[in-house]
């Protein structure tokens, strides 16, 4: 993964200067990028283990620290609102949706990478063009045509919802991955009698595997981020996503209520960053390969 | 129903109707569809015949609880001479335009950094991505919490370690600043994605090619811009492509951060037309505000798609 | 009008979800959940005992509705969406009342609250998606907006006109579209400006201003000792019309002429009241107005930021509930009067019950039960003084004497109008109100100066919706 550096690599003179201009010219500048980057979470973190009293009457405390750590946030949250409920419907939502794209991704990527046919380079245009309609061209009529399935306010308007931007993605992505998979393979399959189903399920599928987790991980934290279609196709409290709940349900009309929001915030990333975590690797390499070989 | 002979050897030559069925089901162009239908059917249902209705609606003048009638054109007439739309329109623009060009160049600057060895990469990368991965709304109310006109973690930095005694900057009360603001969090937001994206890119440049250039006598300058840029040029446009996608039909960020105002300030094509359908009720003239983005996304699309094209020619 | 959901659209997404082969382990289940979802009220109900209703009447009075209801039986699901109040504990005791009326009638009734800038959105998706809540609790005169898709109440309005002794008018004039009373008025929420008396006096101040010149002077020396006085000019549902509204009527200054058609916001009385915004914007507020919703102002408030600030009474009532340091130097004032005297627009709230619901006769019921004596009174006794009685008996609820702080409230009932004053509630009015053309007009200028064009520009706005100029 790390490779030689080319830049540090050609640097000559002495160890001093080697360090001043390493300082200066690397770690500064990360440094500057990471505070940045990762304040809003420190920040998060530490409202949400404040008492109100701390976070809005308490003007003499130094902010950045928590004074008096409490996990009344939490315990608010699960009492007072329907966070459990809404983390559920995320759940569900997300699992569903992404298992359905990526079937339909991994199929339609096999088909486009690897198989002749009259039409194909038009659909892949199409998929491709289709990835790059946002969700906010088309929600005025999708919610007719949710309404006219008679999917309003359940689940299943955005479990058939969210495959509109996760097949294409999924499709586009896989479709690189089955590329790279040898044609020998599967023709001494062919060859051998084993209808086409076979091998594809048996040799280019096994294959495709990093690209399919790739894939995974992208859908999953797509349609777990996913918020306009969940604010629009969703009315009742115990149907919404954790977004929806969030930003629908935690703001109090009387009295600011940061520290519930931040809770949830977090305990809402948790998931993501759970399988972000194990599938990283795979991430990143989603990333190249969907920016390398589009 | 008896069996007759001939009959029968005929059902022994000719394969078996499943059998027969089979095989027609492994003919390439054949299973390609079979295999390809789930996805087509989806995005039929959800892609096509929407976009199709969208346009229908678009020249109705549909209100919410009454029905429309055929206009034509007019809300698109409409929208042109509103003063809101040609607000949102210039505000889309320079949100798009400022928000991908600093994510450019930050994201590069960062790749590059992050192509440097040091201890903790992997870590460091991962941490990286997390305003990419953290759901946008999630993050969003974060910057909300600090931009909060009463309760502003930047404004007590400003007082307590500046000595700044005001007036502080009204974030996202002052038109101008609220776009700045809801800018920043985009680039925020949009930095890591570049930065991986980029990194991977860099991480094919070729190092003998950059050594014999070393050696050569070209300065950094010179070979960041003869060997490093063109490897990562298709990257950096497939990259430069979704974001000014994603950038120029967002929604979610500032619906969370500002609404669209303060005066529209940050109204966006996407916030305008929800605003207008879903607030307004004016769901034909909300629908030609959406279907405004269009043609400008089809022609970003199609520009940066035949740049690629020639590159890998 | 009302739409029955019956299964036969979903036979062809059936089909469609079968040829849909290879993906159908994943569909299969998801046609399952639907037809689950599809029918929450297959279920029959037990019956609901004559002895609970006939409690209720008996409690409530003689209601006309309430007592039919013994003989009716209800079933299925309500669900109501309204506001958060800024009184919680309005929201907390109305979520009992349907508690208690659910477990009564054999309904689950569910209560849902959601920010008051987002019900809008949420009615026109759930009117164009034809499902959704069964009641929504509606702002101004929303019903007029909404006409063709609410339910028929003539019946429920005109049996709680008689028993309550009649509504507030202007709330009349808003529910009763077109001859058809399509909402049952439910509540008020003035607004009076809240102070800080000890500030004021710093400031060299004796009393709240009575007029706007007086508020400008005032203003002006409040920002110079930096503790402002400030009010909303974002888009926002309540704060912003109740303070823009009611400074353009006082100024002589209206959208409409009395045929609710001609527009007529082209005036010297219209240059006059911007004018004098900009001015009050200038050199008394500062920008953080431009972007405050509703909450924005309890909260500057609460953390010592703002020495006044207009709004319902929940600011007082909120620091009393958490005894703040700073409860016995706040004070409430009604609205200063301009050259036109004193006008208001009150925050007013209906109960409108949707013609895509198939539980409304429930909804009905439900909605004339929260009307009732015993539920009423409750509620605005939770309240604190801080929601007002739509129908003239509950006016003598002792409530509104108790705390002698929150009086000025009870004084600017009187001043109460309706968005599109002079002309009649009309769904042009709403829709000048829903994009926020009035307060945007003040607000516009106040960033940039110009009175005229800014004028000139909601003129031209207002012309597209009424259709006609003076």
Known sequence: MSQANPTLHMVRGSRWGYRVQRVLFFWIPLATFLIVLLFPFYWMLVTSFKTDRELYYDRKANPFIVGAPTMEQYLQLFEKSSFVVWLMNTIFISVASTAISLVCGVLAGYALARLRFKGASFLALAIFISYLVPQTLLFLPLQDVVRGFGLYDTPWALILTYPTFLIPFCTWLLMGYFKSVPFELEEAALIDGASRFTAMWRIAIPLAVPGILSALIFAFTLSWNEFLYALIFLSSSAQKTIPVGITSELFRADAPSYGQIMAAAILGSVPVAIAYAFLVEYYVAGLSAGAVKG | ?313 | MSDKVDPTPRIPRRLFIKRASLAAAGLTLGAAGLAACGDPTATSAPATTAASSGGTTAAGGASATTAAASTKQFSGELKLLQWVSFVPAADDEIKRQAEEWGKKNNVKVTIEPIPGNEVQPKTVAAIEAKAGPDIIQMDYNWPWLYETALADMTKEYNALKTQLGGFQAFMEANSIVNGTPRAIPYCIVPGAWVYRKSWFKEAGIDKFPENWDQFYDAGKKLKAANRPMLQTMGQTFGDAPGMWYSFLWEHGGKEVMEDGKTVAINSPETLMAVEKAIAIYKDCFTPDVLAWDDNSNNKAFQAEQISATLNGASIYLTAKKQNAPYLADMAQAIQPAGPQGRAATQLNKTHAVMGYSKNQDAAKEFVSWLMQPDQYNKWLDVGGAYSFPSAKLYEKNPVFDKDPVLLPFKDTLAYGRNVGWPGPPSAAATQAFSKYLIVNMFAGAAKNGDAKKVIADTEAELVKIYGAKK
């Open chain 2, 1 to 313: 129903m008896a069996v007759q002979p001939k009959r029968l050897e005929e059902v022994f030559e000719r394969p078996a109707p499943l059998t027969r069925l089979r095989s027609y089901l492994d003919r390439e162009g054949v299973f390609a569809y079979v295999i390809l239908a789930p996805a087509l059917i989806v995005l039929v249902v959800f892609i096509a015949y929407p976009f199709v209705l969208g346009i229908w609606l678009s020249l109705t003048d549909k209100r919410a609880s009454l029905p429309g009638n055929f206009v034509g054109a007019d809300n698109f007439i409409k929208d042109l001479q509103d003063t809101i739309f040609q607000k949102t329109v210039v505000n889309t623009f320079v949100y798009t335009i400022v928000a991908t060009i600093f994510k450019l160049v930050l994201g590069l600057g960062l790749a590059l950094l992050m192509n440097q060895p040091f201890r903790g990469k992997n870590l460091i990368r991962a941490f990286v991505l997390l305003p990419w991965i953290v759901p946008t709304v999630l993050s969003t109310v974060v910057w909300q919490w600090m931009f909060d006109p009463s309760y502003s973690i930047l404004n007590w930095t400003l007082k307590n370690w500046f000595a700044w005694s005001g007036p502080f900057p009204s974030w996202l009360g002052d038109p101008f600043l609220a776009l700045c603001c809801v800018i920043f969090v985009n680039i925020w937001r949009g930095v890591p994605f570049f930065a991986i994206s980029l990194l991977a890119g860099l991480q094919t440049v070729s190092l003998e090619l950059f050594e014999a250039a070393a050696i050569d006598g070209a300065n950094a300058v010179q070979r960041f811009m003869h060997i490093t840029l063109p490897t990562i040029r298709p990257v950096l446009m497939i990259v430069t492509l979704f974001s000014v996608v994603w950038t120029f039909a967002d929604f979610q960020l500032v619906y969370v951060l500002t609404k669209g105002g303060p005066l529209n300030s940050t109204q966006l094509f996407a916030t305008y037309s929800y605003d207008t359908a879903l607030r307004g009720g004016q769901i034909g003239l909300g629908a030609s505000i959406a279907l405004f983005m269009f043609p400008i996304l089809a022609l970003v699309v199609f520009v940066i798609q035949r740049r690629l094209r020639k590159e890998s020619n």
